[in-house]
């Protein structure tokens, strides 16, 4: 039995499993395509008698002759130019509707009703300003074009179960194709989420190998050995800044920029030193040592030569000290952080397709519910 015959019999709902949803719609569609070949067929024929008539109102409208109209010429030029723009147009609407292919029913009343409706919006104020003088014959035009649609749609009253089977059918095949779409975005959507697993797992993994390699490191003597060196730089290094404040607390830098207030020379030394004594200090110790000789405030000279001398020997000490394997480890947390931040991408992108997951779910489940709708108006249960 044909999914017409469910229409004009009535049935009890038939109860279909939706994974057999695609064969129903597969089979209903080769039914509907009997059917739709016999309203084709109708519409043609339909389509082919309005021509026959249309070439029948040309003769007719090719023989109207104003002469005899007892109206001014004026009126007359006005008609007759209305109206012969009216037949070209009528003559390119026949010759369209004689090219005009009638397969799909759905397809052909679509073109029909696009077709007549540019005629009549290219037509229109020639039509009004024709009827004037020439009533009848484009009346004649009007009705045929009247008879057809009616006709036409007294087809389609006849045919409803047709008609709504076949909206319905076609309805549920396009929504089909969402949720066959949907399935498959979502199977990439899997995919790829299983792939960032896996990179999150070997990134971990990477993390772990480069955690463990640092324990290593630093429990090798030769990691042991350089930190001690650089506890001892350390300490060496806050001994020579309070050794530096020492000497910088001192100096009696007023008395310095009242000495030597007009030398600009020495009062851009004086100033630098007093602002950043260590920086301008260490830099050039002979241009202040100098200047404090000229000031008769050289006191302090020995233990500021001293000073420069240790701070010599701390540079030294600095720059032979190995960090072969503090390096390392620098080197390798950097990488680590690297690691970190892969892993929080992938994460996020994990974050990010599950949330698109959730909202192709929720289509899925809006376009399963249309489509239930659309199988009510055809007797249908899905389950």
């Given at each position: 039995?044909?999914?017409?015959?469910?229409?004009?019999?009535?049935?009890?709902?038939?109860?279909?499993?939706?994974?057999?949803?695609?064969?129903?719609?597969?089979?209903?569609?080769?039914?509907?395509?009997?059917?739709?070949?016999?309203?084709?067929?109708?519409?043609?024929?339909?389509?082919?008698d309005l021509i026959n008539h249309f070439k029948e109102n040309l003769v007719i409208l090719e023989k109207v002759d104003l002469k005899d109209k007892k109206v001014e010429d004026r009126v007359k030029f006005i008609v007759r130019e209305n109206f012969e723009k009216y037949l070209v147009q009528f003559e390119k609407l026949i010759k369209t509707l004689e090219a005009l292919e009638i397969n799909d029913y759905k397809e052909s009343i679509a073109k029909l009703n696009h077709i007549f409706a540019d005629?009549?919006?290219?037509?229109?104020?020639?039509?009004?300003k024709s009827t004037f003088l020439i009533g009848k014959e484009l009346g004649a035009v009007k009705d045929s074009i009247a008879d057809f649609?009616?006709?036409?749609?007294?087809?389609?009253?006849?045919?409803?179960?047709?008609?709504?089977?076949?909206?319905?059918?076609?309805?549920?095949?396009?929504?089909?194709?969402?949720?066959?779409?949907i399935k498959t975005t979502k199977k990439e959507i899997k995919n790829n989420t299983e792939e960032n697993k896996k990179k999150i797992k070997s990134k971990k993994q990477e993390e772990k190998d480069n955690l463990d390699n640092i324990v290593k490191i630093k429990e090798s003597k030769e990691y042991k050995s350089e930190k001690e060196k650089e506890k001892e730089i350390e300490k060496q290094d806050i001994i020579l800044e309070k050794e530096i404040y020492s000497i910088k607390q001192s100096i009696?830098?007023?008395?310095?920029?009242?000495?030597?207030?007009?030398?600009?020379?020495?009062?851009?030394?004086?100033?630098?030193?007093?602002?950043?004594?260590?920086?301008?200090?260490?830099?050039?110790p002979d241009s202040f040592i100098k200047i404090l000789n000229e000031a008769?405030?050289?006191?302090?000279?020995?233990?500021?030569?001293?000073?420069?001398?240790?701070?010599?020997?701390?540079?030294?000490?600095?720059?032979?000290?190995?960090?072969?394997?503090?390096?390392?480890?620098?080197?390798?947390?950097?990488?680590?952080?690297t690691l970190l931040s892969d892993i929080r991408l992938f994460?996020?992108?994990?974050?990010?397709?599950?949330?698109?997951?959730?909202?192709?779910?929720?289509?899925?489940?809006?376009?399963i519910g249309l489509i239930k709708a659309q199988l009510e108006k055809i007797n249908i249960n899905i389950i």
């Open positions: 039995m044909g999914i017409l015959g469910i229409f004009k019999k009535k049935p009890e709902k038939t109860t279909l499993k939706f994974e057999d949803l695609e064969e129903f719609i597969v089979n209903q569609k080769k039914q509907l395509a009997i059917e739709e070949k016999d309203i084709v067929l109708t519409i043609r024929q339909e389509l082919n005629f009549e919006k290219r037509t229109f104020l020639n039509f009004e649609f009616n006709n036409i749609n007294k087809l389609l009253k006849e045919r409803k179960e047709f008609v709504d089977s076949y909206d319905a059918i076609n309805s549920i095949e396009d929504k089909l194709a969402s949720i066959n779409a009696d830098f007023k008395s310095l920029s009242t000495i030597f207030h007009s030398n600009d020379k020495y009062m851009k030394i004086i100033n630098d030193h007093r602002h950043n004594f260590k920086e301008y200090f260490l830099k050039d008769g405030l050289s006191s302090e000279k020995s233990r500021i030569k001293d000073l420069v001398e240790k701070h010599k020997e701390f540079e030294k000490l600095k720059h032979n000290a190995s960090k072969i394997e503090i390096k390392k480890i620098d080197s390798i947390e950097n990488y680590i952080k994460e996020e992108e994990i974050i990010k397709e599950n949330k698109r997951l959730e909202k192709l779910n929720e289509n899925k489940d809006q376009i």
